[in-house]
């Protein structure tokens, strides 16, 4: 599976396309604070881990960007809850 995660600003979500289909992280920004409010993963790419390659390149690039993170959305909290290397991102 392609792994590149990309942000798309104008659409204010971050993107994985898989085998023709897009999962996508959707969120608002504030000063210094990325806020992530729904993650939706496509049924046909259901239970390959595609979410979870969407959320760890998010708060890969996130922590790049030097922001904060507030959590809105449920998966990103379940992920987040199992990766405790990002929690340093959290607001």
Do not use: Q, W
Request: proline share 5%; charged share 25%; with cysteine.
């Amino acid at each position: 599976m392609p792994a590149t995660v990309r942000n798309n600003p104008a659409h204010k979500r971050y993107e994985l396309e898989v085998d023709g289909h897009t999962a996508v992280a959707v969120y608002t920004l504030a000063p210094g604070v990325i806020t992530f409010v729904h993650t939706e993963v496509p049924a046909e790419l259901g239970g390959k881990g595609v979410g979870s390659t969407l959320v760890r390149g998010a708060l890969e690039d996130v922590r790049r960007r030097g922001l904060k993170v507030v959590v809105r959305c449920s998966f990103v909290r379940a992920f987040m809850a199992k990766h405790p290397e990002f929690n340093d991102l959290l607001a």
